[in-house]
Every structure is written in C-alpha cells, then in structure tokens.
C-alpha cells in the first residue's frame, strides 16, 4: 500500500497586487499624478536596497493605517541593473498591500493609464516573477525602518 502524500500550495502574494508601470517621467512627477488620480498620499522615503542587489530604488510609501491598503510606488531603473531583471520595459511598479477586489485594481490600473507621459500599466502576475519574494521581504523591512520605528519612536516620546 503506497501512502498518499499531501500537498499544501501557499500563494505568498495573495494580499499583494503589482501594477507594472512603463512611463518617461520622473518619479517625483509619477508620484504627484498618482496622488492626484486616486486619492492618496504618496511621500518619498530613502531609497529601496534590494538583497542581492547592488543599487538603490526610488520608493514612495502611503498608508491611512491598519484597516486600509499601503500603497508603494517603486522605481525600476539603476545604472547597475533593474530591481526586477527580467523586467526591463519596466519604469516603476506601484505594488498595493491588501486584500482588494480585481475591479478595484483594475480602475486604479485605468487611472494611472490616464496620466500624460504613461505610456503602459499592467496588472503583473507575481507569482510569475522570479525573486520577487526576495524584493517583497526588503520592502516589508524598508517599511518597518522608515515609517514604523520612526512612527513608534515619535509616539513614545509624546507619551512619556
């Protein structure tokens, strides 16, 4: 009798949503758009360092807190390689951290299609992007050192 073997299939994107972003502009001006069109907030922090990746990466953060999305606008491009290699048409990627209905991702993607100077967006499949739990990992630790320990720090200075 030969034993059944189980097999758990865990899909490590599933609250993430990657939108591809081939555009011209400077980031500053993309994250300014991109502000205008969807309501948000986007702020510039330090630049992304990517494991196993020389270069750093324009990152832009938003969040309006625990019960919405965060939202991260990050750059592509470094003279010494792209974030994502085999995506070299790629500019920029605006990835959006929360479990979103597709029609939600889908009328932000036909938002940011609107802006002058965006040439393409495409709704990316990560699980089809080698490394990229490699670049999710840095940008959870990115986060946690740019907005959640500064956040923390300043909160506990108020209480005290």
């Known amino acids: 009798m030969m034993?059944?073997?189980?097999?758990l299939k865990v899909d490590?994107?599933?609250?993430?949503?990657?939108l591809s972003i081939v555009s011209h502009l400077m980031d500053y001006r993309l994250a300014y758009f991109i502000n205008e069109l969807i309501d948000i907030d986007l702020k510039k922090y330090k630049d992304l360092e990517v494991n196993g990746r020389s270069g750093l990466y324009s990152w832009y953060y938003f969040s309006e807190g625990d019960d919405f999305p965060n939202y991260y606008l990050i750059g592509n491009h470094h003279p010494e390689?792209?974030?994502?290699?085999?995506q070299k048409g790629i500019d920029y990627y605006l990835l959006i951290k929360e479990e979103f209905e597709e029609e939600k991702v889908?009328?932000?993607a036909s938002h940011l299609r609107k802006i002058k100077g965006v040439l393409g967006v495409f709704n990316t499949d990560m699980a089809s992007l080698k490394d990229l739990d490699s670049l999710l990992e840095s940008v959870e630790l990115h986060e946690l050192?740019?907005?959640?320990?500064?956040?923390n720090k300043k909160t506990d200075r108020m209480t005290k």
């Open 3 to 7: 034993a059944k073997r189980l097999r």
């Open 12 to 18: 490590y994107f599933e609250d993430y949503y990657l």
């Open 81 to 86: 390689g792209k974030i994502i290699p085999s």
């Open 106 to 108: 889908e009328e932000i």
């Open 145 to 151: 050192d740019e907005v959640i320990r500064p956040a």
